[in-house]
């Protein structure tokens, strides 16, 4: 699982929703987002976004769909920027 914000360089990003949500309240994450707030996710090496199973992760992502719909921005990165990685 790679955090939208932290993981955008191409890295491994998390290998599981527990290993995700010590990510955000951890203090990497904490430095560019406030601690425990999801702000996306990354298509990971399969070029899909995992399902979320654990309840404190939907709840985390509903908060962050619903700010990111308050301010209506239309999100661009839909996998075409991430294409030069696909040879790793
Ligand atoms: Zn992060």
């Known amino acids: 699982m790679r955090c939208a914000v932290c993981h955008a360089d191409g890295g491994p990003g998390c290998t599981g ?4 949500l ?9 430095g560019l ?18 399902r979320l199973t654990l ?5 985390a992502k ?3 769909e619903c ?3 308050a301010a209506a921005v239309r999100p661009a990165s ?4 991430f ?3 696909d040879s790793e």
């Open 17 to 20: 929703e527990d290993d995700f």
């Open 22 to 30: 010590r990510h955000i309240n951890g203090n990497k994450h904490a």
């Open 33 to 50: 987002a406030q601690r425990g707030a999801f702000l996306g996710l990354l298509p990971n090496m399969a070029g899909v976004i995992p």
């Open 55 to 59: 309840p404190k992760l939907i709840a």
């Open 62 to 64: 509903k908060i962050w």
């Open 67 to 69: 700010s990111k719909g």
């Open 78 to 81: 839909h996998g075409a920027a």
């Open 83 to 85: 294409s030069g990685t």
